[in-house]
């Protein structure tokens, strides 16, 4: 199968890095989205996200004539749609899975699609959404036919293909990490894989379009559950003052035992998000994957708490101060280590709060960005690390960036510390 022409609708976090790592390969790719800054800087060679080695793979691919951006689709022998699957509220659920941005990227590939072409939903879908993509693509082009209607006869093929990719690493693992395929057919899985095997070296493995949007859920939903035991526990070890660092380590000394380290929460587009979907589904019957989503929302709230309390400890040691004298130096905003996404994150949410409540200075370390998110710029300052570790009285680490971990003992004496990853 020749795919001389691939298309890949959505830049972001996903769909640049593939896009990018296809032309690579000397196949023509066009990238499209909506949003014209990142088209033009695009095709200047230049990204407008942060991933290493992401920069020069783009460059090179811009330079070289192999990848240029869009604002619309263009014809092409294949379209890779990755775009956002956020929550809607409905009902008074506010984890409502919000299929919107698919549908109009199914709506408006469809409009030049011809006989032969294969379309691949990337995005992160609940169960369902890939027969739903198609759906939307035959009422929008009656002339052609698709799998849901004539199986292996059909005009395009269909298939879902989920990513499987650490932030940070995106570019590696595009290339090594396994891929499970789900086409609508047989034919349509074969030829989702004919594409992929361009540049995947890992294993290409096929299954329904069901399954492994399933498949993709469930690897997420299990990543969740043990983070939220981990945070469970430390808020027990925390009321029973016993340090869940220690115990965690010692724990995990058993043969058979691989507990994870707790944290603020759970944030990023994906744990934090697709365990809902399952949830959306079959709400009575993911009785634990709710009950783990619950612990890993509730924590940022406890953080909050505790944060409070230092102040409180702050005041009753020093009577002639007041909440106002107090500076909170917040170290982190992104959801993960070493990168500057902030989809989701725990640490966000928990200084946005701080600093809506808090009446002192608020301080934010945060080495990934150049300049802190609209919620709160008119509340808080960007610090480095050295000046906000001085100029602060409580100390609270967020995120274990590169940058924190080599802060030494000596100049975290004498200033309140809250360590929600245990690198202090």
Request: overall charge negative.
């Amino acid at each position: 199968m020749n795919y001389d022409t691939i298309s890949v609708i959505g830049l972001g976090y996903i769909g640049l890095p593939t896009a990018a790592v296809i032309a690579s390969r000397r196949k023509q790719v066009i990238g499209v989205d909506i949003n014209q800054h990142a088209v033009d800087t695009i095709n200047r060679g230049d990204i407008h996200i942060v991933e290493p080695e992401l920069d020069i793979v783009v460059h090179a691919a811009v330079k070289e004539g192999y990848l240029r951006a869009a604002t619309r689709p263009e014809p092409a022998d294949a379209f890779l749609i990755a775009v956002p699957t956020p929550f809607k509220a409905e009902n008074g659920n506010d984890h409502v899975p919000d299929l919107s941005y698919i549908e109009s990227a199914s709506k408006a590939v469809a409009q030049v699609l011809k006989a032969g072409d294969l379309v691949i939903l990337e995005s992160t879908s609940p169960v369902g959404a890939t027969e739903q993509m198609a759906a939307w693509m035959a009422e929008a082009r009656p002339d052609l036919t698709f799998p849901q209607t004539h199986g292996e006869a059909s005009d395009i093929r269909i298939a879902h293909c989920p990513e499987r990719v650490l932030p940070g690493h995106v570019v590696r693992e595009l290339v090594e990490n396994d891929r499970v395929i789900g086409g609508m057919t047989a034919k349509c899985s074969a030829a989702a894989t004919a594409l992929y095997q361009i540049f995947v070296e890992g294993e290409c493995i096929t299954t329904t379009a069901r399954t492994a949007e399933m498949a993709k859920l469930t690897e997420n939903s299990f990543r969740d559950v043990n983070i939220a035991f981990a945070n469970e526990l430390s808020i027990i070890c925390d009321k029973i003052d016993i340090s869940v660092w220690e115990l965690i380590r010692l724990a995990n000394r058993h043969p058979r035992v691989n507990i994870l380290q707790p944290g603020p929460g759970v944030g990023g587009h994906c744990i934090a998000v697709d365990p809902w979907f399952i949830v959306s589904e079959t709400p009575d019957e993911a009785r634990l994957i709710r009950t783990a989503r619950e612990v890993n929302d509730g924590k940022p709230q406890w953080v909050n708490e505790k944060v409070h309390q230092a102040v409180g400890k702050l005041l009753t040691a020093n009577s002639n101060k007041t909440a106002k004298d107090v500076s909170i130096a917040c170290f982190g905003l992104a959801f993960k280590p070493d990168i500057d996404d902030l989809r989701e994150s725990p640490a966000l949410k928990i200084v946005e709060k701080l600093a809506s409540s808090h009446p002192g200075q608020m301080l934010i370390v945060e080495p990934n960005i150049k300049s802190l998110p609209a919620s709160l710029k008119q509340k808080a300052e960007l610090y480095p690390v050295g000046k906000a570790i001085e100029n602060a009285d409580i100390l609270l680490l967020l995120v274990d960036h590169r940058d924190f971990k080599g802060v030494g003992a000596e100049l975290l004496k004498e200033k309140v510390v809250l360590d929600t990853r245990g690198i202090w």
